[in-house]
């Protein structure tokens, strides 16, 4: 009779081998969903499975995966592990006056103190404290790369230089289209840092940008708030106080203030109740004329 030890050796005999070597995997699944391109992470329906190896030290340069799906057809799935660290998106959101470029100002700050070489880019449509700095609404300030598009930042930066980046910071994030091409091929192919401010919604709590499409590959997602301008509670929304319907129309607290809930409603009531008369006293001066 064969003990235990022995038919484990027998059906499994690649656990028979040293741990210094890197290990070779096979399992057996049904209906793959995909593979994950970096550590070797498999996820399957209802089903995550990590690959590692015993001696962390070793560096897996790639494993095969295969797969039997419920018509007996053997595909087998490769992919590379990359030896570079893997970089990481974090995303700040909120409305007007939450202190978003505040909070991603003191993240820069705190990364470049603990040795990592940094970038900030904005949209060179704001212009409203010049183009080459980033500035708080508390007159916090730091140099920036003003650029129409992200893609554009590894040409302007230079290879060499883009190559020894570690952490980027992106300010009023909603206004660049190519957002999530920019991101995932930063954090998930260059192994930078990525952190992503702006706003969630625009003066209609719409969508706003691209901001919220890169929430799925985020590894944190803040959301900050402001207080109401108008009652001091919390507030998430940002009311837009001229009648201008563009959806980009950039300014300060002139043309917009936080507000709560309450105060949101309410105040798109009373813009609705003032277009209303308005647009009545134009129709009786158009019919006196």
Request: some cysteine; aromatic content about 8%; hydrophobic content about 35%.
């Amino acid at each position: 009779m064969l003990t235990l030890s022995r038919m484990k050796s027998l059906l499994y005999p690649m656990l028979s081998r040293p741990t210094t070597a890197p290990l070779s995997f096979c399992f057996h699944f049904q209906e793959p969903i995909f593979v994950c391109r970096r550590y070797g992470v498999l996820t399957f329906r209802n089903q995550t499975t990590s690959v590692q190896t015993i001696n962390p030290m070793n560096k897996v340069s790639s494993f095969s995966c295969s797969t039997v799906p419920n018509h007996n057809q053997i595909r087998v799935l490769h992919t590379e592990v990359s030896g570079s660290d893997s970089g990481e998106v974090h995303v700040i959101v909120g409305p007007m006056f939450a202190g978003k470029t505040t909070t991603l100002l003191k993240r820069i700050k705190s990364e470049s103190s603990n040795g990592r070489s940094v970038a900030i880019i904005k949209s060179d449509k704001d212009t409203r404290y010049g183009l080459d700095s980033i500035v708080t609404h508390d007159g916090d300030r730091l140099p920036c790369w003003p650029l129409a598009n992200l893609s554009s930042f590894k040409q302007r930066c230079g290879s060499e230089a883009y190559s020894k980046l570690e952490v980027i910071g992106i300010d009023e994030a909603q206004f660049f289209e190519d957002l999530y091409d920019f991101c995932t091929e930063a954090a998930d192919h260059d192994g930078k840092i990525v952190i992503v401010a702006g706003l969630d919604g625009d003066y209609l709590r719409r969508s706003f940008g691209s901001v919220l499409d890169i929430i799925p590959i985020a590894d944190t997602v803040t959301k900050l708030t402001s207080r109401c301008e108008l009652c001091g509670k919390r507030a998430s929304f940002t009311l837009r106080k001229t009648e201008e319907t563009r959806t980009e129309l950039i300014a300060g607290a002139d043309v917009y203030m936080p507000v709560c809930r309450k105060h949101y409603v309410s105040g798109q009531v009373v813009k609705e109740a003032t277009r209303s008369v308005l647009e009545s006293q134009k129709v009786q001066c158009s019919s006196v004329l």
